[in-house]
């Protein structure tokens, strides 16, 4: 817990994301790596590993803030499709990440990678995105 970025935050964080909001149960990140514009996480607010580690109502809030961030995206950034992933092998938190895809995009109709170009916005820019996102919230 000491060396997660989601629950220390500050410059853990930092180093990935920006925080955009408080959601029901968990945080929306706007995640620094954009080349799929308007990528985000959904961080679950307490420090568990497994979706399993929740009650089903935790469960089901997690989801619809998931579900309300992806409205968000969809109606900020018009992508043809949302990709979802749940990872945390290395960051043991739950979160998930919402990215969107562009069928004119190198990768549709194929899995995202991770980091692929390393676009990294001004803080200007970062600033324009979260505020677009959470109008649209």
Not at 8 to 24: D, H, P, R, T, V
Not at 33 to 52: F, L
Not at 70 to 83: M, R
Request: charged letters at 25%.
């Amino acid at each position: 817990m000491q060396n997660c970025g989601y629950c220390q935050k500050g410059e853990l964080l930092a180093k990935f994301g920006i925080e955009i909001c408080e959601l029901s149960v968990s945080t929306l990140i706007l995640f620094k790596e954009q080349s799929h514009p308007g990528r985000c996480i959904v961080a679950y607010k307490d420090h568990v590993s497994e979706i399993v580690n929740i009650s089903d109502e935790e469960r089901n809030a997690f989801f619809a803030d998931v579900a309300r961030a992806a409205k968000a995206i969809h109606k900020v950034f018009s992508p043809d499709k949302v990709n979802y992933g749940a990872y945390g092998d290395t960051g043991c938190h739950l979160h998930m990440h919402l990215v969107p895809k562009y069928k004119d995009e190198y990768e549709w109709g194929g899995v995202f990678e991770m980091n692929p170009g390393k676009t990294l916005l001004t803080d200007a820019e970062y600033a324009e995105m979260i505020e677009k996102i959470k109008a649209a919230l």
